[in-house]
Protein backbone atom coordinates (compact mmCIF):
# COMPACT_ATOMS: atom_id res chain seq x y z
CA UNK A 1 0.00 0.00 0.00
CA UNK A 2 1.56 3.37 -0.70
CA UNK A 3 2.08 6.07 1.73
CA UNK A 4 -0.17 8.69 -0.33
CA UNK A 5 -3.15 6.13 -0.01
CA UNK A 6 -2.15 5.36 4.06
CA UNK A 7 -2.39 8.97 4.79
CA UNK A 8 -5.19 9.95 2.25
CA UNK A 9 -7.31 7.24 3.69
CA UNK A 10 -6.64 8.29 7.40
CA UNK A 11 -6.00 12.03 7.99
CA UNK A 12 -9.80 12.63 8.18
CA UNK A 13 -10.36 10.24 10.68
CA UNK A 14 -8.15 11.95 12.88
CA UNK A 15 -9.10 14.34 15.50
CA UNK A 16 -7.13 16.12 17.96
CA UNK A 17 -8.92 13.91 21.01
CA UNK A 18 -7.16 11.46 20.05
CA UNK A 19 -3.93 10.14 21.37
CA UNK A 20 -0.36 9.14 19.80
CA UNK A 21 -0.83 5.96 20.49
CA UNK A 22 -4.70 5.22 19.18
CA UNK A 23 -2.98 7.14 16.00
CA UNK A 24 0.06 4.40 15.86
CA UNK A 25 -2.48 1.88 16.00
CA UNK A 26 -4.84 3.09 13.38
CA UNK A 27 -2.03 3.67 11.08
CA UNK A 28 -0.16 0.01 11.75
CA UNK A 29 -3.18 -1.93 11.69
CA UNK A 30 -2.56 -3.90 9.30
CA UNK A 31 1.03 -4.56 9.44
CA UNK A 32 2.63 -7.68 9.97
CA UNK A 33 4.63 -6.62 13.19
CA UNK A 34 6.60 -10.19 12.96
CA UNK A 35 9.25 -8.98 10.14
CA UNK A 36 10.43 -11.84 8.37
CA UNK A 37 13.48 -10.17 6.71
CA UNK A 38 16.72 -9.78 8.54
CA UNK A 39 16.85 -5.71 9.66
CA UNK A 40 19.17 -3.90 7.48
CA UNK A 41 22.96 -3.16 8.86
CA UNK A 42 24.68 -0.25 6.94
CA UNK A 43 28.20 -0.59 7.04
CA UNK A 44 28.87 2.71 5.71
CA UNK A 45 31.54 4.89 7.83
CA UNK A 46 31.29 8.10 6.42
CA UNK A 47 27.72 9.57 6.76
CA UNK A 48 26.13 12.53 7.62
CA UNK A 49 23.39 11.61 10.17
CA UNK A 50 22.94 15.05 11.75
CA UNK A 51 19.67 14.88 10.21
CA UNK A 52 18.20 12.16 11.41
CA UNK A 53 16.23 12.89 14.59
CA UNK A 54 13.50 10.26 16.23
CA UNK A 55 13.29 11.66 19.17
CA UNK A 56 9.38 12.73 17.96
CA UNK A 57 8.63 9.50 19.55
CA UNK A 58 11.66 7.69 21.41
CA UNK A 59 11.49 10.69 24.29
CA UNK A 60 7.99 11.09 23.75
CA UNK A 61 6.77 10.47 27.36
CA UNK A 62 2.82 10.28 25.40
CA UNK A 63 4.05 7.04 23.19
CA UNK A 64 3.25 3.94 25.00
CA UNK A 65 6.60 1.20 25.67
CA UNK A 66 5.25 -1.23 23.00
CA UNK A 67 4.77 1.24 20.41
CA UNK A 68 8.44 2.72 20.51
CA UNK A 69 9.44 -0.83 20.30
CA UNK A 70 7.01 -1.10 17.71
CA UNK A 71 8.34 2.23 15.78
CA UNK A 72 11.99 1.00 16.35
CA UNK A 73 11.17 -2.17 14.77
CA UNK A 74 10.29 -0.39 11.59
CA UNK A 75 13.26 1.34 11.07
CA UNK A 76 15.39 -1.45 12.09
CA UNK A 77 13.13 -3.37 8.92
CA UNK A 78 12.79 -0.02 6.80
CA UNK A 79 12.46 -0.58 3.20
CA UNK A 80 15.78 -0.97 1.10
CA UNK A 81 15.69 1.73 -1.35
CA UNK A 82 18.91 0.43 -3.81
CA UNK A 83 15.95 -2.48 -4.30
CA UNK A 84 13.86 0.09 -6.06
CA UNK A 85 13.31 -0.93 -9.46
CA UNK A 86 15.36 0.40 -12.73
CA UNK A 87 13.77 3.81 -13.59
CA UNK A 88 12.53 4.24 -10.20
CA UNK A 89 14.10 7.18 -8.04
CA UNK A 90 13.47 7.69 -4.24
CA UNK A 91 11.84 11.20 -4.84
CA UNK A 92 8.99 9.86 -7.75
CA UNK A 93 6.11 11.36 -6.07
CA UNK A 94 2.31 11.25 -7.44
CA UNK A 95 0.77 14.14 -9.18
CA UNK A 96 -2.66 15.39 -8.07
CA UNK A 97 -3.70 17.85 -10.77
CA UNK A 98 -6.26 20.73 -10.00
CA UNK A 99 -7.95 23.33 -11.92
CA UNK A 100 -5.75 27.01 -11.29
CA UNK A 101 -9.06 28.87 -8.98
CA UNK A 102 -9.84 25.93 -7.20
CA UNK A 103 -8.88 25.76 -3.32
CA UNK A 104 -6.73 21.78 -2.74
CA UNK A 105 -9.78 20.06 -1.00
CA UNK A 106 -8.29 19.80 2.97
CA UNK A 107 -6.74 16.53 3.10
CA UNK A 108 -4.93 16.97 -0.33
CA UNK A 109 -3.25 20.34 1.23
CA UNK A 110 -2.38 18.03 4.34
CA UNK A 111 -0.66 15.53 1.72
CA UNK A 112 1.43 18.43 0.41
CA UNK A 113 2.56 20.15 4.02
CA UNK A 114 3.69 16.19 4.61
CA UNK A 115 5.36 15.55 1.67
CA UNK A 116 7.45 18.94 2.45
CA UNK A 117 7.88 17.89 5.96
CA UNK A 118 8.95 14.28 4.39
CA UNK A 119 11.25 16.34 1.94
CA UNK A 120 13.42 17.90 4.91
CA UNK A 121 13.64 15.13 7.08
CA UNK A 122 14.46 12.65 4.44
CA UNK A 123 15.88 14.19 1.33
CA UNK A 124 16.95 17.93 1.75
CA UNK A 125 20.97 17.43 3.03
CA UNK A 126 20.99 20.63 4.59
CA UNK A 127 18.40 20.58 7.06
CA UNK A 128 20.68 20.97 9.84
CA UNK A 129 21.29 24.63 8.31
CA UNK A 130 17.39 25.79 8.62
CA UNK A 131 15.96 27.86 11.10
CA UNK A 132 16.59 25.78 14.52
CA UNK A 133 12.65 26.45 14.77
CA UNK A 134 11.62 25.40 12.01
CA UNK A 135 9.50 22.48 13.63
CA UNK A 136 7.41 25.52 15.30
CA UNK A 137 6.62 27.44 12.40
CA UNK A 138 6.20 24.45 10.55
CA UNK A 139 3.35 23.90 12.72
CA UNK A 140 2.05 27.11 12.45
CA UNK A 141 1.98 27.02 8.55
CA UNK A 142 0.33 23.38 9.04
CA UNK A 143 -2.35 25.25 10.69
CA UNK A 144 -2.66 27.88 8.16
CA UNK A 145 -2.78 25.55 5.46
CA UNK A 146 -5.87 23.92 7.13
CA UNK A 147 -7.84 27.37 7.37
CA UNK A 148 -7.04 28.24 3.74
CA UNK A 149 -9.96 29.46 2.52
CA UNK A 150 -8.70 29.91 -1.39
CA UNK A 151 -6.06 28.83 -3.87
CA UNK A 152 -4.37 32.55 -2.96
CA UNK A 153 -4.34 31.67 0.28
CA UNK A 154 -2.41 28.24 0.31
CA UNK A 155 0.06 28.95 -2.31
CA UNK A 156 1.07 31.94 0.20
CA UNK A 157 1.25 29.16 2.70
CA UNK A 158 3.37 26.92 -0.10
CA UNK A 159 5.46 29.99 -0.72
CA UNK A 160 6.14 30.78 3.41
CA UNK A 161 6.75 27.18 3.86
CA UNK A 162 9.55 26.89 0.83
CA UNK A 163 11.43 30.33 1.71
CA UNK A 164 12.43 28.14 4.81
CA UNK A 165 14.74 25.87 2.97
CA UNK A 166 16.96 29.20 2.35
CA UNK A 167 18.07 27.09 -0.80
CA UNK A 168 18.51 29.05 -4.14
CA UNK A 169 17.78 25.93 -5.84
CA UNK A 170 14.08 26.35 -4.60
CA UNK A 171 13.87 30.05 -5.96
CA UNK A 172 12.38 29.22 -8.98
CA UNK A 173 9.21 27.76 -7.18
CA UNK A 174 7.03 31.15 -6.95
CA UNK A 175 7.08 31.22 -10.37
CA UNK A 176 4.58 28.10 -10.20
CA UNK A 177 2.03 30.15 -7.85
CA UNK A 178 -1.14 30.89 -9.64
CA UNK A 179 -1.40 33.93 -8.03
CA UNK A 180 1.88 35.18 -7.56
CA UNK A 181 1.03 38.24 -8.85
CA UNK A 182 -0.79 38.94 -5.92
CA UNK A 183 1.30 37.26 -3.10
CA UNK A 184 4.85 38.58 -4.44
CA UNK A 185 4.24 41.08 -7.35
CA UNK A 186 2.70 42.41 -10.16
CA UNK A 187 4.23 41.50 -13.60
CA UNK A 188 1.70 44.11 -15.32
CA UNK A 189 3.48 46.69 -13.82
CA UNK A 190 7.44 47.12 -14.37
CA UNK A 191 8.93 50.74 -13.52
CA UNK A 192 10.45 53.45 -15.91
CA UNK A 193 14.11 53.02 -14.90
CA UNK A 194 16.62 50.22 -14.39
CA UNK A 195 17.59 49.94 -10.54
CA UNK A 196 20.10 48.13 -8.62
CA UNK A 197 19.69 47.32 -4.14
CA UNK A 198 22.34 48.64 -2.64
CA UNK A 199 22.39 48.38 1.64
CA UNK A 200 19.13 49.88 2.42
CA UNK A 201 17.79 51.86 -0.63
CA UNK A 202 17.37 51.25 -4.54
CA UNK A 203 19.92 53.41 -6.31
CA UNK A 204 18.40 54.16 -9.76
CA UNK A 205 20.76 53.30 -12.57
CA UNK A 206 19.09 53.90 -15.82
CA UNK A 207 16.23 55.99 -17.33
CA UNK A 208 13.95 54.06 -19.65
CA UNK A 209 11.31 56.39 -20.01
CA UNK A 210 12.99 59.40 -19.25
CA UNK A 211 9.92 61.27 -19.68
CA UNK A 212 7.98 59.75 -17.13
CA UNK A 213 10.96 59.77 -14.93
CA UNK A 214 11.24 63.86 -15.48
CA UNK A 215 7.68 64.23 -14.78
CA UNK A 216 8.28 62.76 -11.36
CA UNK A 217 11.77 64.29 -10.65
CA UNK A 218 13.52 61.37 -10.63
CA UNK A 219 17.37 61.18 -12.35
CA UNK A 220 19.73 58.51 -12.49
CA UNK A 221 21.68 58.04 -9.22
CA UNK A 222 18.93 59.10 -6.85
CA UNK A 223 18.30 56.83 -4.22
CA UNK A 224 14.82 55.46 -3.27
CA UNK A 225 14.21 54.57 0.95
CA UNK A 226 10.40 54.35 0.27
CA UNK A 227 7.44 52.30 -1.75
CA UNK A 228 4.19 53.62 -0.75
CA UNK A 229 5.10 53.95 3.04
CA UNK A 230 7.55 50.86 3.36
CA UNK A 231 11.51 51.19 3.58
CA UNK A 232 13.58 49.14 0.90
CA UNK A 233 14.53 47.05 4.48
CA UNK A 234 11.26 46.12 5.35
CA UNK A 235 10.40 45.28 1.69
CA UNK A 236 13.39 43.00 1.43
CA UNK A 237 12.46 41.12 4.69
CA UNK A 238 8.76 40.48 3.73
CA UNK A 239 10.30 38.98 0.31
CA UNK A 240 12.61 37.21 2.40
CA UNK A 241 9.82 35.20 3.69
CA UNK A 242 8.58 34.45 -0.06
CA UNK A 243 11.60 33.29 -1.53
CA UNK A 244 14.32 30.85 -0.93
CA UNK A 245 17.88 31.43 -1.26
CA UNK A 246 20.90 30.88 0.53
CA UNK A 247 21.95 33.70 1.61
CA UNK A 248 21.30 37.38 1.83
CA UNK A 249 23.17 38.41 -1.20
CA UNK A 250 21.52 36.10 -3.70
CA UNK A 251 18.05 37.85 -2.38
CA UNK A 252 19.44 41.31 -3.21
CA UNK A 253 20.77 39.98 -6.53
CA UNK A 254 17.29 38.28 -7.88
CA UNK A 255 15.37 41.56 -5.72
CA UNK A 256 17.51 43.90 -8.00
CA UNK A 257 17.08 41.88 -11.79
CA UNK A 258 14.99 44.13 -13.83
CA UNK A 259 13.24 41.63 -15.71
CA UNK A 260 12.08 39.25 -12.14
CA UNK A 261 10.23 43.01 -10.85
CA UNK A 262 10.29 41.50 -7.32
CA UNK A 263 11.30 44.35 -5.65
CA UNK A 264 7.72 45.96 -5.79
CA UNK A 265 5.32 45.31 -2.58
CA UNK A 266 1.76 45.75 -4.04
CA UNK A 267 0.05 45.46 -7.30
CA UNK A 268 -0.56 48.99 -7.68
CA UNK A 269 0.30 50.71 -10.93
CA UNK A 270 0.85 53.97 -9.16
CA UNK A 271 3.58 54.33 -6.48
CA UNK A 272 4.71 56.72 -3.82
CA UNK A 273 8.18 56.62 -3.47
CA UNK A 274 10.74 58.67 -1.24
CA UNK A 275 13.83 59.78 -2.70
CA UNK A 276 16.65 61.78 -1.82
CA UNK A 277 18.78 63.17 -4.63
CA UNK A 278 21.74 64.73 -3.66
CA UNK A 279 21.40 66.55 -0.48
CA UNK A 280 17.29 66.63 -1.59
CA UNK A 281 14.94 65.08 -0.19
CA UNK A 282 11.56 64.42 -1.59
CA UNK A 283 8.03 62.05 -2.21
CA UNK A 284 7.14 61.98 -5.90
CA UNK A 285 3.92 60.10 -7.16
CA UNK A 286 5.34 57.45 -10.56
CA UNK A 287 3.26 55.77 -12.71
CA UNK A 288 4.57 52.46 -13.76
CA UNK A 289 4.96 50.66 -17.21
CA UNK A 290 1.86 48.97 -18.20
CA UNK A 291 3.33 45.39 -19.83
CA UNK A 292 -0.28 45.70 -21.86
CA UNK A 293 0.73 48.64 -23.85
CA UNK A 294 2.16 47.37 -26.96
CA UNK A 295 4.16 50.71 -27.82
CA UNK A 296 5.82 51.03 -23.94
CA UNK A 297 6.59 47.36 -23.59
CA UNK A 298 8.41 47.42 -26.89
CA UNK A 299 10.83 50.11 -25.09
CA UNK A 300 10.77 47.80 -22.70
CA UNK A 301 11.84 44.45 -24.34
CA UNK A 302 14.48 46.59 -26.35
CA UNK A 303 16.04 47.95 -23.49
CA UNK A 304 16.16 44.70 -21.54
CA UNK A 305 17.62 42.72 -24.91
CA UNK A 306 20.39 45.68 -25.13
CA UNK A 307 20.90 45.16 -21.66
CA UNK A 308 21.55 41.29 -21.91
CA UNK A 309 24.07 41.83 -25.00
CA UNK A 310 25.53 44.02 -23.53
CA UNK A 311 26.19 41.52 -20.74
CA UNK A 312 26.96 38.93 -22.74
CA UNK A 313 30.06 41.07 -24.79
CA UNK A 314 31.53 41.77 -21.65
CA UNK A 315 34.94 40.76 -21.37
CA UNK A 316 38.51 41.47 -20.90
CA UNK A 317 40.91 41.82 -23.48
CA UNK A 318 45.24 41.80 -23.13
CA UNK A 319 47.87 40.12 -24.72
CA UNK A 320 49.02 39.30 -21.24
CA UNK A 321 45.97 37.52 -19.66
CA UNK A 322 44.23 34.78 -21.30
CA UNK A 323 40.58 35.20 -20.08
CA UNK A 324 37.76 32.17 -19.95
CA UNK A 325 34.34 32.85 -19.46
CA UNK A 326 32.67 29.64 -17.95
CA UNK A 327 29.22 30.48 -19.99
CA UNK A 328 31.08 31.46 -22.96
CA UNK A 329 33.51 28.18 -23.21
CA UNK A 330 31.40 25.99 -25.78
CA UNK A 331 32.33 28.73 -28.58
CA UNK A 332 35.84 27.43 -28.42
CA UNK A 333 34.51 24.11 -30.20
CA UNK A 334 31.66 25.37 -32.48
CA UNK A 335 32.09 24.02 -36.09
CA UNK A 336 35.03 21.81 -34.75
CA UNK A 337 35.33 18.25 -36.00
CA UNK A 338 35.14 15.91 -33.18
CA UNK A 339 38.42 14.35 -33.98
CA UNK A 340 40.05 17.81 -33.70
CA UNK A 341 38.54 19.42 -30.66
CA UNK A 342 41.56 18.05 -28.34
CA UNK A 343 43.88 19.43 -30.91
CA UNK A 344 41.92 22.96 -30.51
CA UNK A 345 41.83 22.66 -27.09
CA UNK A 346 45.91 21.95 -26.30
CA UNK A 347 46.27 25.15 -28.29
CA UNK A 348 44.25 27.33 -26.33
CA UNK A 349 45.40 26.09 -23.05
CA UNK A 350 49.07 26.18 -24.56
CA UNK A 351 48.49 29.64 -25.46
CA UNK A 352 47.33 30.44 -22.19
CA UNK A 353 49.96 28.94 -20.26
CA UNK A 354 52.62 31.04 -21.65
CA UNK A 355 50.10 34.68 -20.41
CA UNK A 356 51.40 36.52 -17.03
CA UNK A 357 48.01 35.82 -15.92
CA UNK A 358 44.63 33.59 -16.30
CA UNK A 359 41.29 35.05 -15.75
CA UNK A 360 38.60 32.47 -14.96
CA UNK A 361 35.24 34.42 -14.80
CA UNK A 362 32.81 32.43 -13.19
CA UNK A 363 30.27 34.81 -12.54
CA UNK A 364 27.34 32.84 -14.95
CA UNK A 365 26.52 28.70 -15.45
CA UNK A 366 28.34 26.89 -17.53
CA UNK A 367 27.63 26.03 -21.00
CA UNK A 368 29.95 23.09 -21.38
CA UNK A 369 31.37 20.75 -18.68
CA UNK A 370 34.12 19.49 -20.36
CA UNK A 371 36.02 22.70 -20.48
CA UNK A 372 37.20 22.43 -16.56
CA UNK A 373 36.09 18.84 -16.04
CA UNK A 374 37.96 17.27 -18.71
CA UNK A 375 40.38 20.01 -20.40
CA UNK A 376 41.69 22.36 -17.60
CA UNK A 377 42.12 19.60 -15.37
CA UNK A 378 43.90 17.32 -18.39
CA UNK A 379 46.53 20.06 -19.14
CA UNK A 380 47.13 21.65 -15.76
CA UNK A 381 45.86 19.28 -12.60
CA UNK A 382 48.03 16.82 -10.72
CA UNK A 383 46.97 13.49 -11.26
CA UNK A 384 44.39 13.25 -8.58
CA UNK A 385 41.93 16.50 -8.29
CA UNK A 386 39.73 15.39 -4.73
CA UNK A 387 38.40 19.03 -4.47
CA UNK A 388 35.43 18.38 -2.42
CA UNK A 389 33.13 15.35 -0.99
CA UNK A 390 29.88 14.53 -2.51
CA UNK A 391 27.48 12.96 -0.11
CA UNK A 392 24.76 11.20 -1.42
CA UNK A 393 21.30 9.77 0.08
CA UNK A 394 21.89 6.63 1.39
CA UNK A 395 19.41 4.21 -0.04
CA UNK A 396 19.86 2.09 3.13
CA UNK A 397 18.64 4.51 5.56
CA UNK A 398 17.07 7.42 4.43
CA UNK A 399 17.49 10.79 6.19
CA UNK A 400 21.09 10.28 5.86
CA UNK A 401 23.66 10.83 3.19
CA UNK A 402 26.54 8.90 2.12
CA UNK A 403 30.10 10.05 0.70
CA UNK A 404 30.46 8.57 -2.40
CA UNK A 405 33.74 8.37 -4.35
CA UNK A 406 32.46 10.55 -6.95
CA UNK A 407 33.81 11.43 -10.43
CA UNK A 408 35.82 14.66 -9.34
CA UNK A 409 38.17 14.05 -12.33
CA UNK A 410 38.59 11.41 -15.92
CA UNK A 411 40.90 9.18 -15.94
CA UNK A 412 43.58 10.12 -18.76
CA UNK A 413 46.57 7.74 -20.00
CA UNK A 414 49.74 9.12 -19.77
CA UNK A 415 48.79 12.40 -18.20
CA UNK A 416 51.25 14.88 -18.01
CA UNK A 417 51.21 18.07 -15.80
CA UNK A 418 52.00 21.51 -17.07
CA UNK A 419 52.69 24.09 -14.17
CA UNK A 420 51.70 27.27 -14.35
CA UNK A 421 53.90 29.91 -13.02
CA UNK A 422 51.73 32.76 -13.62
CA UNK A 423 49.11 34.59 -11.45
CA UNK A 424 45.38 32.84 -11.58
CA UNK A 425 42.01 34.63 -10.70
CA UNK A 426 38.87 33.83 -9.99
CA UNK A 427 35.80 35.62 -10.21
CA UNK A 428 32.80 34.85 -8.74
CA UNK A 429 29.24 36.57 -7.64
CA UNK A 430 25.68 35.81 -6.49
CA UNK A 431 25.59 34.10 -10.90
CA UNK A 432 28.33 31.73 -9.73
CA UNK A 433 25.74 29.08 -8.48
CA UNK A 434 25.61 25.40 -8.83
CA UNK A 435 27.51 23.72 -11.28
CA UNK A 436 29.62 26.91 -11.19
CA UNK A 437 30.60 26.93 -7.78
CA UNK A 438 31.57 23.02 -8.56
CA UNK A 439 33.73 24.14 -10.81
CA UNK A 440 34.77 26.75 -9.18
CA UNK A 441 36.21 24.57 -6.19
CA UNK A 442 37.78 22.38 -8.62
CA UNK A 443 39.90 25.44 -9.82
CA UNK A 444 41.29 26.46 -6.70
CA UNK A 445 42.28 22.80 -5.90
CA UNK A 446 43.75 22.85 -9.38
CA UNK A 447 45.73 26.36 -8.96
CA UNK A 448 46.57 25.96 -4.94
CA UNK A 449 47.94 29.61 -5.47
CA UNK A 450 45.06 31.33 -7.24
CA UNK A 451 42.83 34.30 -5.79
CA UNK A 452 38.88 33.84 -5.64
CA UNK A 453 37.28 37.48 -5.64
CA UNK A 454 34.19 38.80 -6.06
CA UNK A 455 30.69 38.46 -3.88
CA UNK A 456 29.20 35.97 -2.05
CA UNK A 457 28.24 32.80 -4.72
CA UNK A 458 24.75 31.62 -4.88
CA UNK A 459 25.09 28.89 -2.08
CA UNK A 460 23.85 26.30 -3.60
CA UNK A 461 26.04 23.29 -5.32
CA UNK A 462 24.95 19.73 -5.70
CA UNK A 463 22.20 17.64 -8.01
CA UNK A 464 18.72 19.70 -8.35
CA UNK A 465 16.26 16.93 -6.79
CA UNK A 466 12.27 17.31 -8.12
CA UNK A 467 9.25 16.01 -5.93
CA UNK A 468 5.25 16.37 -7.52
CA UNK A 469 3.30 18.33 -4.85
CA UNK A 470 -0.53 17.99 -4.95
CA UNK A 471 -1.36 20.81 -6.85
CA UNK A 472 0.53 20.32 -10.21
CA UNK A 473 3.16 21.94 -8.41
CA UNK A 474 6.98 20.62 -8.20
CA UNK A 475 9.63 21.81 -5.60
CA UNK A 476 13.30 21.75 -6.38
CA UNK A 477 16.16 21.52 -4.19
CA UNK A 478 19.44 20.94 -3.46
CA UNK A 479 19.72 16.62 -2.97
CA UNK A 480 23.39 16.18 -2.06
CA UNK A 481 25.66 17.77 0.22
CA UNK A 482 29.08 19.20 -1.42
CA UNK A 483 31.80 20.55 1.30
CA UNK A 484 35.23 21.09 0.89
CA UNK A 485 37.78 18.20 1.69
CA UNK A 486 38.36 19.46 4.88
CA UNK A 487 34.44 19.45 5.67
CA UNK A 488 33.95 22.70 5.46
CA UNK A 489 30.30 24.04 4.48
CA UNK A 490 29.29 25.43 0.59
CA UNK A 491 25.63 25.35 0.93
CA UNK A 492 24.43 28.84 2.04
CA UNK A 493 27.56 29.93 2.95
CA UNK A 494 28.82 29.54 -1.03
CA UNK A 495 32.34 28.99 -2.07
CA UNK A 496 35.74 30.41 -0.35
CA UNK A 497 36.93 33.54 -1.46
CA UNK A 498 40.30 35.02 -0.70
CA UNK A 499 39.04 38.80 -1.29
CA UNK A 500 35.37 40.06 -0.94
CA UNK A 501 34.46 43.08 -3.41
CA UNK A 502 31.55 45.49 -2.34
CA UNK A 503 30.52 48.10 -5.09
CA UNK A 504 29.79 51.45 -3.74
CA UNK A 505 26.71 53.48 -5.66
CA UNK A 506 29.52 55.10 -7.68
CA UNK A 507 31.06 51.89 -8.93
CA UNK A 508 27.53 51.14 -10.25
CA UNK A 509 26.82 54.04 -11.65
CA UNK A 510 30.05 54.16 -13.67
CA UNK A 511 29.77 50.56 -14.94
CA UNK A 512 32.89 49.60 -13.33
CA UNK A 513 34.00 45.68 -12.57
CA UNK A 514 35.90 46.39 -9.90
CA UNK A 515 36.95 42.09 -9.91
CA UNK A 516 38.80 43.14 -13.71
CA UNK A 517 40.24 46.25 -12.28
CA UNK A 518 41.90 44.26 -9.29
CA UNK A 519 43.17 41.76 -11.60
CA UNK A 520 44.39 44.62 -13.38
CA UNK A 521 45.94 46.29 -10.72
CA UNK A 522 47.51 42.98 -9.07
CA UNK A 523 51.59 43.73 -8.67
CA UNK A 524 52.26 41.52 -11.95
CA UNK A 525 50.18 43.99 -14.20
CA UNK A 526 50.13 46.99 -11.83
CA UNK A 527 52.16 49.10 -14.80
CA UNK A 528 49.61 48.48 -17.55
CA UNK A 529 47.68 51.50 -18.30
CA UNK A 530 44.15 50.62 -19.18
CA UNK A 531 41.15 52.24 -20.81
CA UNK A 532 37.02 51.38 -20.61
CA UNK A 533 35.21 51.48 -24.27
CA UNK A 534 31.77 50.57 -24.00
CA UNK A 535 31.39 46.96 -21.74
CA UNK A 536 34.78 45.52 -22.64
CA UNK A 537 38.33 46.64 -20.97
CA UNK A 538 40.51 46.94 -24.00
CA UNK A 539 44.55 47.45 -24.08
Same mark, same amino acid.
Given at each position: ???? *? ?42 ? =? ?25 YKNRFNYE ?42 ? &? ?5 ? &? ?53 ? *? ?25 ? /? ?55 ? /? ?9 ? *? ?13 ? /? ?14 ? &? ?13 ? =? ?85 ? =? ?14 ? =? ?15 ? &? ?79 KFLRLRNS???
Amino acid at each position: MDAD *SLFLNNIEKVDAKQSFNHIIKQLSQNLNPEFSAAPIFDTQKDIL =TVNQNFDWFQKNKKISAENKNLLNAIYKNRFNYELLKEGKLVNDEKKYPFTKEENLPLKYRLLAMAKIQGIVDYLFP &HKYLMDK &HFDSYFNDLLNEAVQALSRKDFETVLAKTVSYFQDSHAFEFYRQLNFRDEILFSS *SYYPPFDFQIADDHLLVTKLIFPEICN /TAQIRVGDIITEINGKSIKQIINEKSKLLSVSNYQKLIFVLSTYEYNLIWPDKLSQK /TLKVQSGSKKF *STELPLINAKDKAQV /TVLSNYINNKNRKKQD &HSLIHKDIAYFRIDK =TLDFINNVDDDKIDAKMDSILKDASQKKAIVFDMRGYPDWGGFVYHYIYKYFSPKENYFAKYYQPDLKNIGTFVYKDYDYFPIIENK =TVSTYHGKVFILVNPE =TRSASEWYSMSLQKIFP &HSLTIGQQTSGADGDLVKVNLPGDYILQFTGNGIFYPDQSQTQQTGIRINEVIKYKDQDILDNHDLEFELVLNSSILSSIKFLRLRNSIIF
